[in-house]
Each structure stands twice: as structure tokens, then as C-alpha cells.
């Protein structure tokens, strides 16, 4: 194992979604013991496999606070519940503001009564927002574009002075575009609704809904659609364990990228699709979607030199392989 986490417990807060499922397991594949705090309104009761289960909702502060006192010796707490979806954003941002800061600003007050001081924090590129260069680097001015950044950039801005002020450690990660899924099967990508290119382009490969729209193929990339820095799932996950190794070595306040540092178009994430599953990905021209960026792509020095991490698995092929192999066997192919 890469991480000796033996009989550590950290509680996951979204750990029933499926970045949190993620890392979840890998907690526990390290020796470690995951308490997941999931109000289930997005994530799946069967994704909790690995730790005990507290059905709270971020947002309820006395009951999270109550959460907090069955599971007092607790110091590490990983935060990855928030609403995502870039598009929906737009149109529902009382939604996105109440969940993601209302909730953020719950956990850091429950956190702080329980004497909780570690945070690994889910932030986003998204808080950058548009720009002519890539890549993307920590010290980049942060002007985030959707609804969905600018609740990420509030919370990274919480986070930032309860650190100064109370003494909260924090490793902020903004992960890039989250892909693939466990090599075991056992969990993988499963929002409902479905609103991210590679799922529902495997879905409309698969014939289990029509065809995908490319929201956009005006953009000033190559081919015209989007340009995206994916990274795999489990990934992310290492990039968390890593995370709490350093807080062990007294690393108490950093922003991180994790991506890969190569960006794939959509055009491009649809050939690999076809490639790997041998199927054609039925698909028709649509308008720009309100929220995206034309260009995302990470400078990953800072997660080598603060975190050591480099991706290991976040080759494309490798990530399309991954989220087919969950798929099919969910679809029963
Ligand atoms: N896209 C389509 N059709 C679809 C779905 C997506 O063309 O049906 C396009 C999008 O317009 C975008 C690209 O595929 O150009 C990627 O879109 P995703 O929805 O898969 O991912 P996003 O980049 O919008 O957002 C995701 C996560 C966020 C994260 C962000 C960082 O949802 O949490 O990556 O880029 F912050």
C-alpha cells in the first residue's frame, strides 16, 4: 500500500457520493476506518461500504454537532458535499449558495466545537474562471465564471480565515474534471441526474439514452468544443491520503491543483469513447451551455513539490476503460 493509515478514522463528509466513495476506500484499503457523514440526497446508501454511515445534512448545524460528539477523538475531517453541476448553477444558485456555503460554514462551526482543526477541502479549477493562458497555476487570480465556482471561491475564502483566525490546518484541492472509476467495479460515477460528458457519452454509446448534445463547437480551441484536464477518480483519492500524511508533518495551510496538466477537447474524449468501447457516440450540435469555459487545463508543480503527487492513473484510455467497465457491469452488459 502507497498510505499507512492503520487505525486512523477520518470522517468524509459526502462520502456516500462518488468522489467520496472513492476516497472512502481508499481509506480503508490503507488500514484506515472512513465515518461518512452523507445526507443521501445525492449520494447511494450502497456506496458506503467501508465505515459506518451518519445520515446528517451538512446544513443542520445541532445535528451535525451531535454527529460530531459520537465520534469525539476525530481530528481529520474530508469535506465533499456540494452541489456540482456547472449548468444547473445557473439557474438554481439559491440551491447551489445555501448548500455549498450555508453547508460549509455549518461544518466549519461543528468542527470547530468538536475541536476538529483538519480539513481536506473539495474546491474546483472552476473557481478561476476564463483566461487567455494555461496553464492554470495556484497564484492565478481567482475570477470563477458559474455559479458553481463562485460558491467554491467563498468557502476557499471561509476556510482561509478560520485557518488565520482559529487555527484550522486546511489542504485546499481543486481538482480538475473527476473521471473513471475503481478498478474493482464496485463504485463509480452515478449522478442523477447525469450532466458529464464521459457518463452520459457512454450511456448514449450503449444506447441507453439518445444522443449526447455538444453544447457548443464554436469555441476557440482546435476543433471548436471545450477543452478539459481530466483525472482519475482515484486520483483524486491519493491526492487526499497524501494530504493527510502532510498534516502529520505539520503542513497546515495550502492550495493545490490536481489535475493532470494535459487537456482533451470533447471531440477528442468522444474518440476515445468510440475507441474503447468500439461503439459510435450518436451526438448533434447544440448551443453554448451557460457557465463553461472554453479551456481548462492544470500547472501541477505545486501538488509535486508540497503534496509529491503525480497522477498514476489518469492516462485517458485508462479512464474511459474504468468508467466503461463500472457502466457495464451497472447496465448488465
Ligand atoms: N458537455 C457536453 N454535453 C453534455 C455534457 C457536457 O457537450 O451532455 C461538455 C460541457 O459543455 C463541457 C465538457 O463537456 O464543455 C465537460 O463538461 P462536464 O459537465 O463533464 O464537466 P465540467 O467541466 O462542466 O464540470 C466538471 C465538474 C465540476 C468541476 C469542473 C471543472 O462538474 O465539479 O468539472 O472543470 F468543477
Not at 66 to 78: D, G, H, L, M, S
Amino acid at each position: 500500500m502507497e498510505f499507512n493509515l492503520k487505525d486512523q478514522d477520518v470522517i468524509v463528509v459526502g462520502g456516500a457520493g462518488y468522489i467520496g466513495s472513492h476516497v472512502c476506500k481508499m481509506i480503508a484499503d490503507c488500514g484506515g476506518r472512513p465515518i461518512t457523514f452523507d445526507n443521501l440526497s445525492c449520494g447511494h446508501a450502497h456506496a458506503v461500504k467501508w465505515g459506518p454511515l451518519e445520515q446528517v445534512d451538512v446544513r443542520d448545524t445541532p445535528a451535525l454537532c451531535a454527529a460530531f460528539e459520537r465520534w469525539p477523538a476525530i481530528k481529520t475531517v474530508v469535506h465533499l458535499a456540494s452541489s456540482i453541476e456547472v449548468g444547473i448553477g445557473e439557474t438554481q444558485p439559491a440551491e447551489f449558495y445555501e448548500n455549498n456555503v450555508l453547508g460549509a460554514l455549518s461544518l466549519l462551526n461543528a468542527m470547530r466545537k468538536a475541536g476538529a482543526d483538519r480539513l481536506i477541502f473539495s474546491s474546483t479549477c472552476a473557481t478561476y474562471g476564463e483566461r487567455d493562458t494555461m496553464p492554470i497555476r495556484e497564484a492565478d487570480p481567482q475570477l470563477p465564471f458559474s455559479v458553481y465556482g463562485k460558491t467554491k471561491l467563498a468557502i476557499e475564502h471561509m476556510i482561509q480565515s478560520y485557518h488565520k483566525a482559529y487555527g484550522l490546518n486546511y489542504v485546499t484541492l481543486r481538482y480538475f474534471n473527476a473521471s473513471g472509476a475503481d478498478g474493482s467495479g464496485e463504485i463509480g460515477e452515478e449522478h442523477d441526474p447525469e450532466t458529464h460528458l464521459i457518463p452520459i457519452a457512454l450511456m448514449a454509446a450503449a444506447g441507453k439514452r439518445g444522443p449526447l448534445t455538444l453544447f457548443g463547437m464554436d469555441y476557440d480551441t482546435p476543433d471548436g468544443t471545450c477543452v478539459r484536464d481530466y483525472i482519475h477518480v482515484n486520483d483524486i483519492a491519493r491526492a487526499h491520503l497524501m494530504a493527510m500524511e502532510k498534516f502529520s508533518g505539520g503542513l497546515a495551510n495550502a492550495q493545490i491543483n490536481i489535475g493532470t496538466g494535459k487537456g482533451y477537447s470533447n471531440l477528442e474524449i468522444l474518440e476515445m469513447i468510440e475507441a474503447v468501447t468500439g461503439l459510435k457516440v450518436p451526438y448533434t450540435k447544440g448551443p453554448r451551455r451557460d457557465g463553461d469555459l472554453t479551456e481548462l487545463y492544470a500547472h501541477c508543480g505545486h501538488a509535486k513539490a508540497v503534496l509529491g503527487f503525480t497522477p498514476t492513473h489518469s492516462d485517458l484510455e485508462n479512464i474511459i476503460k474504468s468508467a466503461w467497465g463500472f457502466h457495464k457491469r451497472v447496465w448488465g452488459l
